[in-house]
């Protein structure tokens, strides 16, 4: 099975923006359990900005452009090396690709992702993707993968994965009432039946942002799943186990 599998900035660092080590670990461990089984996995991950906010001492994610580029480029040593360290404890290696939206605009690039990728988890490595926000500028243009949702759904299609897990901070898409929605068969009025997304001082993200890939991501026919990244929640969830939100392929 094709999964792939996005966590985002809040789910991995704690409120001040440090890396959160516990979660980060078992978060490793159950995507390489998911690769030892056999599964081809891609490991979309937001952070580096957060790592470098972290270590240049700064309060809260900036809103300059060049601050944030600035944050991405001493962040990202931080954040692939804490991943190298924790998969190779699992005997899995990792390879780091970073993105941007002109990867996924012009064919010919697009399509020497998907084969990079394709070569990548055949070979049994787990590919870390994440945003070059060190060069992207698709801030100033009004563009973003909101914080990597866009880029998990731009990579399960391409890939033409089985399924997209989108980890948050919550136990999945919750009610009005704040109660987990466990599944999700049509789009019809869905914002009037869900709580308002919220988004931190870390992250472009949020529900809705969320949302928008969902609906995408199950009109291409991959089964998508919102689910809490603080947990271990991975291995029940591909069981059929009712701990998250499941959004089927056909769902609209």
Known sequence: MRIVVKVGTHAIANKAGKPDHAALKRLVAQLSSLRKSGHEVFFVSSGAVAAGVEALGLKSRPTDVNDVQMCAAVGQARFIYEYERLFGGHGVKIGQVLLTHFDFE?????????????????????????????????????????????????????????????????????????????????????????????????????????????KAAVSSGIDTYVANGRKSVLLPLLAGKPVGTFFPGSAL
């Open 106 to 214: 012009d064919h010919h690039r697009a399509q020497n992702v998907r084969k990079s990728l394709d070569h990548l988890v055949r070979s049994g490595i787990v590919p870390i993707i994440n945003e070059n926000d060190v060069v992207a500028d698709e801030e100033l243009k009004g563009k973003t993968f909101g914080d990597n949702d866009w880029l998990s759904f731009l990579i399960a299609r391409l890939v033409k994965a089985d399924v997209l897990v989108l980890l948050t901070t919550v136990d999945g898409l919750l009610d009005t009432q704040g109660k987990k929605i466990p599944r999700v068969d049509s789009f019809r009025n869905i914002a009037r039946l869900v709580r308002a997304g919220e988004k931190g001082s870390l992250s472009r993200g949020g529900m809705d942002s969320k949302l928008r890939a969902v």
